[in-house]
């Protein structure tokens, strides 16, 4: 399994413990701790679980799992050269994913009309139509493009307009749609404000080694 705070596979190899049962289902947690963080990793579970006089029991049949610690499931750090001005909804949208994908997603959205106001010339009136003028702009390579376009065939912008009128609202969503959002907003972030400035860089160390013998500098 993948290690939820440090993102690092490993073999697992969790307890469990029976906690009873409510009207809302038959509850325990699984717990163990990442050979390569040392941090615990806590889930409490709904489900059916093995019988026994005995607390330490692993379920049967597992209905929901909600994440105690971490909170929610890490994701890959954000470079240092993406502005905290556009790290921030981020980040609170992957915070609040597990407890709700709507909020989640009302987050990334408006993470990601920033970006495409900000860092990408959009100027249209909402969300799905900024999309479509930036890929029409063909400042984006294509895979990322292609991921920005899935943004609005997934949220189904034409069923739910309000999504792209009103990027902050809370409406419906589907876990999976939370999480793409994200994953897109990451290749967003990749593509306008770290590539850019890697390059930049690489640029900078040949035109120095350029100069160093003597040779004009790159053009553009």
Not at 58 to 71: D, L, M
Not at 178 to 190: C, G, K, M, R, Y
Request: proline share 7%; with cysteine; aromatic share 6%.
């Amino acid at each position: 399994m993948k290690c939820p705070h440090c993102l690092v596979e490993y073999f697992g190899n969790s307890s469990g413990i029976g906690l009873g049962k409510d009207p809302d289902g038959e509850w325990g947690i699984i717990f163990e701790k990442c050979p390569n963080c040392e941090k615990m990793i806590i889930l409490l579970i709904e489900g059916h679980w093995e019988r026994g006089v005995s607390p330490q029991r692993k379920p049967k049949e597992i209905h929901t799992v909600q994440f105690v610690r971490p909170k929610s499931v890490s994701r890959a750090p954000i470079s240092e050269y993406v502005p905290k001005e556009f790290v921030q909804d981020y980040k609170e949208a992957c915070l609040v994913l597990t407890d709700s994908p709507k909020a989640s997603s009302a987050l990334s959205r408006r993470c990601m009309q920033h970006i495409l106001r900000e860092k990408l010339g959009a100027t249209k009136s909402d969300l799905a139509r900024e999309i479509q003028e930036v890929i029409d702009s063909r400042q984006l390579p294509t895979h990322v493009s292609d991921a920005l376009d899935s943004v609005r065939n997934i949220g189904n912008f034409a069923a739910h307009p309000t999504k792209s009128k009103s990027t902050g609202e809370i409406v419906d969503v589907e876990p999976c749609e939370a999480e793409w959002n994200l994953d897109v907003i990451e290749s967003l972030f990749d593509c306008c404000f770290v590539q850019p400035v890697l390059i930049a860089k690489k640029k900078e160390a040949l035109n120095q080694k350029l100069k160093d013998i003597g040779k004009p500098p790159m053009k553009g």
